[in-house]
């Protein structure tokens, strides 16, 4: 995923990187009647978290998520809109119950900004987009859930191969085409500016393994859940390192980047285990353990308490093969009197 307008969005993040990597939201609790510790504003202060958005246009739902958090005194807020990457957001202003904040057009590719207006009622935003070329949309939101999960690693299923290696079986696109996804010497061929590729079935959490190889300037990407994108390219060298390969795109930078290898046959090993990731790029973990915050542009929806698709990415240029993707599914935790009835046959 290649987000739009970059020199843009990199300008401004520099502004409040340190603040929002220094101050993370408390997220996916219901507003307490007593204000969130470090919050001052009285008004603010039951906006704060994590949410996960909706946005309802003509056409179609685009998922989008914001994030709001203070920091001396200072309301942060923190936006992944229908593409691109989290990004810091200009214009954020409370009134009690109501909410405002702006989407710069340079972001949106639009003629005019997007001005969000919202109202809290019962732990839940509504509110109308202004702004959409003279259109208008509404939008909802939820509280992003935490997705904690037990402490340790959960029991694994069995492996699950989900490319045969002969056609897109368990597989569909997002729009018809052309181009199209296509299946050549037992590799699958992503379009370069077509559709994505979504898997039928859904998973929650997983270990994944893939391999890729990309070609000279060309994007893709691995969505896990279709929600958080893993990012695969050979052409952005000049975008921020959490837009490069291993990348969980906009979020997390591969720690340490490995080189780049157009044409050249790599492998993913990816571990998701509710919001936590580790990243194993030819057999090098370049993302350990970490969190990720909220939904990447371009995600599937934005219901990140359910589970989710694998999507390769095909709407970017350029072309890139995938040959071996195999999905290991955890086991769902046993209740409780599962487990005891286990315990008496022993």
């Known amino acids: 995923m290649r987000t739009r307008r970059v020199l843009f969005a990199v300008a401004v993040a520099a502004l409040f990187m340190v603040s929002w990597s220094a101050s993370p939201a408390q997220e996916s609790e219901e507003p307490a009647t007593d204000l969130p510790a470090g919050v001052s504003s009285p008004a603010s202060g039951p906006f704060m ?14 998922p989008s998520w914001l994030e709001l958090h203070e920091k001396d005194g200072e309301v942060y807020a923190w936006f992944t ?23 710069p057009k340079e972001e949106e590719s639009t003629k005019t900004d997007l001005v969000f207006q919202g109202v809290l009622k ?25 997705l904690t999960r037990p402490k340790g690693q959960p029991e694994w299923g069995n492996p699950i191969t989900l490319f045969n290696g002969k056609d897109l079986s368990g ?7 052309p181009p199209v996804w296509t299946v050549k010497d037992g590799k699958l061929v992503s379009p370069g500016n077509g559709p994505e590729l979504i898997s039928d079935a859904k998973f929650e959490d997983f270990k994944l393994h893939v391999e890729f190889n990309c070609g000279v ?20 060298q000049a975008e921020p390192a959490s837009h490069h390969t291993g990348g ?6 591969p720690e340490p980047e490995l080189e780049r290898q157009p044409d050249v046959w790599q492998t993913f090993d990816i571990t998701l285990i509710g919001r936590r990731v580790t990243v194993v790029q030819n057999g090098k973990t370049v993302i350990d353990d970490r969190e990720i915050p909220g939904i990447t542009g371009g995600a599937v929806d934005s219901h990140e308490g359910q589970p989710g698709p694998i999507y390769l990415q095909g709407s970017e240029k350029g072309h890139v093969q995938f040959r071996s993707i195999v999905i290991t599914p955890a086991r769902p935790p046993m209740e409780n009197d599962q487990k005891a009835e286990l315990t008496t046959k022993k």
């Open 81 to 103: 809109g229908r593409w691109g990457n989290a990004r810091p957001l200009p214009k954020v202003e409370f009134t009690p119950g109501h909410l405002t904040f702006v989407s």
């Open 248 to 253: 969980v795109y906009g979020f997390l930078a």
């Open 171 to 177: 597989w569909h696109m997002s729009s018809p085409g």
């Open 122 to 146: 019962a732990g839940t935003l509504s509110g109308t987009i202004t702004g959409m070329d003279g259109a208008t949309w509404k939008w909802t939101g939820v509280r992003a859930p935490k």
């Open 49 to 62: 978290g994590r949410w996960d958005l909706t946005l309802k246009a003509p056409d179609r739902d685009y």
């Open 217 to 236: 300037n060309a994007n893709s990407g691995v969505y896990l859940r279709g929600r958080y994108e893993v990012q695969i390219e050979t052409e952005s």
